[in-house]
């Protein structure tokens, strides 16, 4: 079992910049894909970025290139997502996920097996 837990929600102006973190713990850290997902008002929830165990393959959806950075940190059973250049429409409440599957796979995925609580994020225009 893998519990999950964020930090680093906040608010911000737009164009500022925001560091999530999301640790885990549990005996079955290794191996496993982490990721983040967002809901935002009255929109489903969407996934944002994932990263393999490796740190070697990485997958972000398209509203979030270039302005957004997963990494991971697998001695501290962390990952991170780096926001910058934050916009109105990345108003949500962010979740920490993990799964067995590749990060590419994410977005056609019905169901993951480890989600956070969640953080919310609120970027002020």
């Known amino acids: 079992q893998v519990q999950l837990v964020e930090s680093g929600g906040g608010s911000v102006q737009v164009g500022g910049s925001l560091r999530l973190s999301c640790t885990a713990s549990?005996?079955?850290?290794?191996?496993?894909?982490m990721g983040w997902f967002r809901k935002g008002p009255g929109e489903e929830r969407d996934v944002v970025a994932s990263i393999s165990h490796s740190g070697t393959d990485t997958w972000d959806a398209p509203s979030v290139r270039g302005r957004f950075t997963i990494s991971r940190e697998n001695n501290k059973n962390t990952v991170f997502l780096q926001m910058n250049n934050l916009k109105p429409e990345d108003t949500a409440v962010y979740y920490c996920a993990a799964d067995k599957v590749p990060p590419e796979s994410w977005p056609y995925l019905s169901r993951l097996d480890y989600w956070g609580q969640g953080t919310q994020v609120t970027v002020a225009a």
């Open positions: 549990g005996d079955t850290f290794t191996g496993l894909t």
